[in-house]
DNA sequence: AAAGTGTAATTGACGATGTCAATTGACAAT
DNA sequence: ATTGTCAATTGACATCGTCAATTACACTTT
């Protein structure tokens, strides 16, 4: 035998690297995060990554793992900081926000797997469950309370979907400079808790589309 | 002098190269397309397309605009063949998911030219405002006949961004298996009419809330 | 008809990148 | 001291975006 790395050992040297990586996608860009330029950065040989990651692929899902991780952190902190349920699943969506407009690149990578991976990796699918699992605890508190008028496996993902459409509009440029985002966010914010369809109105011109309404 | 080539000559050569690079997109993916790829299947030279595209990023924007103005003209065609303003709204949306579940690399580009390029390109910029300014007009239309809460400046981006993100969640797997798009597009259809919140009870719970609704 | 001219298009070349194969090096067991 | 094993490095290659140099060609001029 010889001195074969522990599982841990392992564990923390691929931590390190993803730390590595995370510093230049901050700092420099998508773009910067080359394999030499992250071995570089590590004080290692150009090829050593591929020691720890299978290839560059393998290290962004690394990467997006780390950020599901952390999100999930937060929220755990959040459901613990904040009294109600609604109260809650607002902080959810604010702390969201926060995260994703302080760190745009690694957020975007969280939805970006599929341009540089086929499959969506399991390991993000597992990540992501558990985040969802987590946000749907006040979620399902809210709809048993009568407060929501869906249950969370029917809401979840169309806030998420809101929230991230925001999100990808304000960097994709496809807003127009006058709207302001914050404004922009704030009718979201309306549309999703009430809705932007006046129902008398609609009912009365339109009652073909207001069937159970 | 010699053949200088007229304006309209390399305009045409232009959007010659932009549809073989749509071709290559949509048949074999986003990593597949490749400036030399591109000269190949169009019968060129390795660097002929750098007498019409300043670089890659340049093709890239050409693309895009080259999206947005199909979609604009299918818009047009939209309103005539609808004839109220509510149905046209519906319409617009249902091709845009359409168009996107069709043509899904076409489609995600439009969202992505800040990973390949730093600054938004001023062409799309002009054909989005283009397809903004066509999609106001029914939504003004039902505003001022009282069917919607919102003018389009205030609701365009939110229905827009509300799709997108539907399509993003879809794409990048973070949606669990169980859910079918078409359920969760149906419940955000439905929110995003009549909102998720349970008024009364909410009122009665959260009074500071919901001051003003 | 022949030569000249300017632009379109091609070829040559370079640095950067992802990735694999071959090599080196260090430590542990014998 | 020798050997086996795995971490790590070095060497090498194909591909890509891109620029400079060169060639091909259509049209004008003589």
Redesign the pocket.
Known sequence: ?????SEEQ?AR?KAELVAVAIEILETEGF?????????AKA?????????????????LVAVCVNTFRFLTEQCRTIIEDNPTPVQQVTAFGENYLKFALKNPVLYQLTFAPETTREEVAPEVMEVVEEYNTLLAVPMQQAYDAGHFLYPPDRLNAVLWAALHGMLSLHWSGHLAEEDQFDQILADMRNILAFGFINRDKVREDYPDLMSGN
């Open positions: 035998m010889s001195r074969t790395l392992r040297k773009n910067a995060l080359t394999l030499r330029r992250l071995a004080g290692i040989s150009r090829t050593t990554p591929y020691l720890y990651f299978k290839d560059k692929a393998d290290l």
